[in-house]
Every structure is written in C-alpha cells, then in structure tokens.
C-alpha cells in the first residue's frame, strides 16, 4: 500500500542548499560546517590559504 500522507514545504529539504555567503546554488559543498560554492570557497582559499588544511584537520578528526 503507497504512503498517502501528504508533503508540504515545511518538511521538504531543498538540496542542493544554496551557498551560505552568496546564496548560489552550483557546486556547493560542505567546507568546515559551512555550505559553501566553489566560487566563496576559492575566494576563502586565496585570502585564507591555512583555513583549507584547518578544514582538512577537522574532517579528519571526524571520520576517526
């Protein structure tokens, strides 16, 4: 038997998540706890270039 209960927009998830600087909804990806495109990520990584290897520390503490 099919699930008639019905959807509404308070229980949907939209993915992909736009881009939590910029609002942009291409290639975005989690990048330390934030949701993030590849153009803020590449901004972040030019003026901040320790925050990507910070970024690679934390998740790898989280897989162990």
């Given at each position: 038997?099919?699930?008639?209960?019905?959807?509404?927009?308070a229980?949907?998830?939209k993915?992909?998540?736009?881009?939590?600087?910029?609002?942009?909804?291409?290639h975005?990806?989690?990048?330390?706890?934030?949701?993030?495109?590849?153009?803020?990520?590449e901004?972040?990584?030019i003026?901040?270039?320790?925050?990507?290897?910070?970024n690679?520390?934390?998740e790898?503490?989280a897989?162990?």
């Amino acid at each position: 038997m099919m699930n008639k209960e019905i959807v509404s927009d308070a229980n949907v998830v939209k993915f992909p998540r736009p881009c939590a600087f910029c609002e942009s909804t291409e290639h975005v990806q989690l990048f330390a706890g934030l949701m993030l495109c590849r153009s803020c990520q590449e901004n972040i990584k030019i003026t901040n270039p320790g925050l990507f290897a910070t970024n690679d520390q934390i998740e790898q503490k989280a897989q162990d």
